[in-house]
């Protein structure tokens, strides 16, 4: 397990240059947090991370974000940044006798005054024992824990650690990024032998991954090639299909603009065309699955419920079998959505009562509907009055709940399509009941009319 500890300080080693045969990606690897791409929202002056280190002071954090976006670079600079000992563990090789190791070495390097900087990467891959087992020396500040993962921290990471812990997320590198980081290994290496379509389809098909963009186009360096790929040619070569982009580069934004205004237009033939133009050219598929997600909240919602659960099904299903045929239900999903009703409705009531909780702030729910599990909060009215809906014939109290100082708002205001149709009813017969008990009301059926007079 000797290898993976870096016992000696970082700055020691981030002045020393790779070794000539060492991996493109570690030739590039940047020599401060200025060089490092496509992550400036956290690094720069502005950033959390920009911030903590031009005070000279690091907190606990969890670095959050897909892979090849630059997570173990950022750590390695921040102890080099902050003159702090680097210390690195990869949880995937490393035990319970590791994690000791590290923190009574930490605890020597403490008393003689120098701090450390423990990376964790794949920390999400402890499990709920190893990941309490940092907690002391977090808090006592034997160690600044820096974790790396791929995964959502929410779930991968217990809760304890996490209140300890900042979690920052790091960005999928964009076209520019991307392109910025292929010109620093051209500048190193020289002009790759790429066509200028083939070069952005290279780009493109890395899906934000700084590494494997790096190491494909080392690839190209090795192979020596006589005359410049185009698109059809690198997919071949590489063993990989590759996007075919067009000259301004942005066939890509253009394709997935295609599909979500086809899918929005109920065109089932052109939605399908351009999912298959996609595919074909070497989209990933889960990034289509992502935007058939999005659509079916954003843009069929409630008028289809179904429509969500058919994408997420289609995930699932492309995920067990993967290509080529899960692909089809991807293709499944894409023509559902393009057949399904739409509305737009659940997307509007999510950006009006955003709104609204922002400009309200911190109002009280009024008395009568909240919970009393102490005397004290009983004896100051907490849950008196409160009308049980099961109580009542409809199922339905027609109660207030909305808070003293403001007036009931409408923010959902379903349309006359698909599933929506009922739940339109559904409100406007709770209105009728609200208005009959002299209660207020959202009004939704109300405002609903008003909007189509």
């Not at 090795?222 to 982009?245: E, I, W």
Request: aromatic share 8%; glycine share 8%; charged share 25%.
């Amino acid at each position: 397990m000797a290898d993976l500890f870096a016992d000696e300080p970082q700055s020691a080693r981030a002045s020393d240059e790779p070794r000539a045969d060492a991996p493109l990606a570690d030739r590039l690897r940047p020599r401060s947090l200025e060089e490092v791409i496509g992550q400036e929202h956290l690094t720069g002056p502005q950033g959390a991370i920009g911030r903590m280190v031009a005070a000279g002071k690091l907190a606990s954090m969890v670095l959050w974000g897909p892979p090849g976006t630059g997570k173990t670079s950022i750590a390695r600079l921040l102890a080099d940044a902050v003159g702090m000992r680097f210390v690195s563990i990869s949880a995937v090789f490393s035990g319970v006798a590791d994690l000791k190791k590290a923190f009574a070495e930490a605890d020597k390097m403490a008393q003689a005054g120098k701090t450390t900087l423990l990376f964790v990467d794949e920390i999400h891959r402890f499990n709920r024992a190893q990941q309490d087992g940092f907690l002391p020396f977090v808090e006592r500040g034997t160690v600044t824990l820096v974790g790396a993962t791929t995964e959502n921290p929410s779930f991968a990471l217990n809760a304890a650690l996490l209140s300890r812990a900042q979690v920052l997320i790091l960005e999928r590198l964009s076209h520019e990024a991307l392109e910025k980081l292929l010109t620093r290994a051209e500048e190193l290496e020289g002009p790759l032998p790429l066509t200028e379509d083939a070069r952005a389809a290279l780009i493109a098909s890395a899906d934000g991954d700084g590494r494997f963009l790096l190491g494909q186009a080392e690839t190209l360096y090795n192979a020596k090639l006589d005359a410049p790929l185009d698109p059809a040619a690198l997919g071949a070569f590489l063993q990989r299909r590759v996007a075919v982009y067009d000259k301004d580069r942005d066939g890509h934004y253009n394709l997935i603009s295609a599909l979500h205004k086809s899918l929005r237009g109920s065109d089932p033939q052109a939605s399908l065309y351009y999912l298959a133009r996609m595919l074909t050219a070497g989209e990933e598929p889960l990034y289509v699955l992502r935007r058939l997600v999005r659509f079916a909240s954003e843009d069929i919602g409630l008028a289809d419920p179904q429509a969500l659960t058919q994408c997420l099904a289609a995930k699932d299903a492309y995920q067990f079998l993967g290509s080529p045929e899960g692909e089809l239900a991807i293709v499944q999903a894409c023509l559902y959505c393009a057949t399904a009703p739409k509305s737009n409705a659940a997307y509007a009531a999510q950006k009006s009562a955003f709104r609204a909780a922002k400009e309200t702030g911190s109002l009280m729910p009024p008395a009568n509907i909240l919970n009393a599990p102490t005397k004290l909060m009983k004896d100051i009215g907490y849950g008196e009055g409160y009308a049980y809906d099961h109580n009542t014939d409809e199922g339905f109290s027609g109660d207030n709940y909305w808070p003293e100082e403001m007036e009931p708002q409408t923010f959902y205001e379903p349309v006359e399509r698909g599933f929506e149709r009922k739940v339109r009813e559904r409100i406007a017969y709770w209105d009728k009941l609200r208005e009959q008990r002299g209660s207020p009301a959202s009004s939704s059926s109300e405002a609903v009319g008003r909007k189509n007079a």
